[in-house]
């Protein structure tokens, strides 16, 4: 009963900071990546390019690939938010956001990540970056989320991933058109392009100027946000 009263009161404090966020793009990526790192530097560059297309820039909090698509945010003027989890090393809220929440259980966290957001990108990362991209795809393949775009950037990285799914496929463990769930590119500029022919104008979201915080109801803004058309 005292678990079941944690989740609850974790669901409740994470859907209360974030339900005004607005639409966002969520990147996952592993955490050991420092500043100097390629794929830092790429994170950094999805981060500019994510905000300045109007979308709020989620991550998990943390240093690393995370730390790089916030400050990529924050450096283009738009939002960044952190789902932080509660762990003894690694990982801590990293100095880029606007707004975070702690979370203690990886599957509340995994919730919110994908609760407020049209489009993902994947990062290179470890087994918790693989559980994300995989919960992802499932929930798309099995109609209980509807089809954003997936961008899994890395073709290096995420060569042997790729050959393992099409031996799934080829023992029929999933379909063949499951590929198309997902974009694998080493393009920032296609995974854009990916995001905003299926997030922006698949879902008929529209850029608005000028928006307005109210307060009294526990929001806050920034100049650039997305809403439904």
């Known amino acids: 009963m005292l678990f079941v009263l944690d989740v609850v009161r974790e669901f409740v404090r994470g859907f209360r900071t974030l339900h005004f966020v607005g639409p966002c793009v969520t990147v996952f990526g592993s955490a050991r990546f420092d500043e100097h790192h390629e794929y830092y530097l790429r994170a950094l560059?999805?981060?500019?390019?994510?905000?300045?297309?109007?979308?709020t820039v989620m991550t998990g909090g943390g240093p690393g690939i995370m730390e790089a698509a916030n400050r990529g945010a924050k450096a283009a003027g738009g939002i960044s938010i952190g789902c932080n989890i509660?762990?003894?090393?690694?990982q801590k809220p990293n100095a880029y956001l606007d707004k975070w929440v702690d979370i203690d259980y990886f599957f509340i966290r995994k919730v919110l990540l994908t609760k407020y957001s049209y489009?993902?990108?994947v990062?290179?990362?470890g087994y918790g970056t693989m559980d994300e991209f995989f919960e992802s795809i499932e929930l798309i393949q099995t109609g209980?989320?509807?089809?954003?775009?997936?961008?899994?950037f890395g073709k290096a990285y995420h060569a042997e991933l790729y050959e393992f799914l099409r031996?799934?496929?080829?023992?029929k463990t999933i379909a063949p058109d499951d590929f198309s769930?997902?974009?694998?590119?080493?393009?920032?500029?296609?995974?854009?392009?990916?995001i905003k022919k299926h997030a922006v104008e698949g879902f008929g979201l529209k850029k608005r100027?000028?928006?307005?915080?109210y307060g009294w109801l526990g929001e806050f803004g920034s100049h650039r946000r997305l809403r439904n058309h």
């Open 45 to 55: 560059e999805f981060g500019e390019r994510i905000a300045e297309l109007g979308f």
């Open 86 to 90: 509660v762990l003894p090393k690694e």
């Open 119 to 121: 489009a993902f990108v």
């Open 123 to 125: 990062m290179p990362g």
């Open 144 to 152: 209980k989320m509807p089809r954003f775009p997936v961008v899994l």
């Open 167 to 171: 031996k799934m496929a080829d023992e």
């Open 181 to 194: 769930l997902f974009l694998l590119t080493d393009s920032v500029e296609e995974g854009m392009d990916y």
């Open 209 to 213: 100027q000028r928006f307005r915080p």
